[in-house]
């Protein structure tokens, strides 16, 4: 027996979605977002016009890609001061993940970074509705029950999961992706790509997500060249929802390998976590295919998109201008063989546990230093 979620309360999709916020009853509303992007495209001032009729509107913002433990507690004091009822996280993944962990503690004081991992969570949370509206089309936190935050000392990323992250409703507007620069729209959809493929390879999975996997999968595979080089209104809408299934999937799937390495890298170089899932997903595909049942799932998935899979997933990022190997990224070969033996470990943690292939400190080095050096 499976207990299947899939979203919160509700999925708002569609161009213009973000009107939805006019029709919310609160009393006090938190935005929480990123740098200057949702300021710059005016999502934020829309979001100020539908809400401030309505109650007392506050924003924080400043959210950096891969939030740590430092910047959530200070979005926290804010949040406790604040005391909103309602919270609205605008942004990429980050801010909806950063977003998360606030409401987590600012629901239960109880809770810090300190014993969240050793602590039973709650399940509901009780003060505060919670909405999430992705600026970005990769990570599907809008829809999950999990936050991923950097803990800078350890070099690490880790995952906190329980069903009171889960936002209360979602809204796909993919108006909000139409001022995405296309390398960013590129990072993104692969990483929306990564989850839907590891999602489909976990032996975790069955008929539901398997179906909604295999959506995303054919979907990002026919959109994102779009979204990237002509960033149609259409494309980016798609690619909105096809990032959305993916997380559908893997919430209740799992994930694998590859996030395990990514964010191991995230952690020590802050590599962009899309970025780094685009290129280690073929180097790991290729060492899991030597399982039999994952070589026979890959096999039916390169017969539903017309061709090898691993091959397209690497066509597709060079496509949309994906580095061939991290050395490529920027992180200095004096830097990976410095942290090499740290790297390997943290790669061992989170979504590794659940690879289809159960995986060793042994075994994973020789990934590592593949999707590093490109072998």
Known sequence: MKNLRLTGERLITGAGALDALGGLTFTRALIITGGKSMFRNGTIRRAE???SPRGAVEIYHGIPANPTCADVEAGLAVMRRFAPDLVIAIGGGSSIDAAKAMLLFYEWPALNFDNVFQSTLPQKRSKTTFVAVPSTSGTASEVTHVTVITFPEQQSKLAIKTE???????????????????????????????????????????????????GAITGILQWLPQSVEQ??????????????????AFSN????????????????????????????????????????????????????????????????????????????????????????AALIAGS????TAVNPIPMTPETIAPIVRAAYYGN
């Not at 997903?281 to 090898?308: K, T």
């Not at 061992?348 to 979504?351: A, T």
């Open 231 to 248: 960033a149609t209104p259409e494309s980016r809408q798609k690619m909105h929802e096809f990032s959305c299934m993916a997380g559908m």
């Open 253 to 340: 799937a799992g994930l694998g390998m590859v996030h395990g390495i990514s964010h191991a890298f995230s952690a020590h170089y802050n590599t962009a976590h899309g970025l780094a899932n685009a290129v280690i997903l073929p180097y790991v595909l290729d060492y899991n295919r030597q399982d039999a049942w994952v070589a026979a799932e890959l096999d039916h998935l390169s017969h539903i998109v017309g061709g090898d899979i691993i091959g397209q997933v690497r066509a597709l990022a060079a496509q949309v201008g994906i580095p061939a190997c991290l050395r490529d990224c920027g992180i200095a070969e004096a830097d990976f063989k410095r942290d090499e």
């Open 49 to 51: 016009e539908l809400l």
């Open 164 to 214: 009171a992250l889960r936002p209360d409703i979602a809204i796909l507007d993919g108006d909000l992706c139409m001022s995405l620069p296309a390398h960013i729209a590129a990072e993104t959809g692969m990483d929306a790509l990564t989850h839907a493929i590891e999602c489909f390879t976990n032996r975790s999975k069955e008929t539901f997500t398997n179906a909604l996997a295999i």
């Open 348 to 351: 061992m943690l989170g979504s």
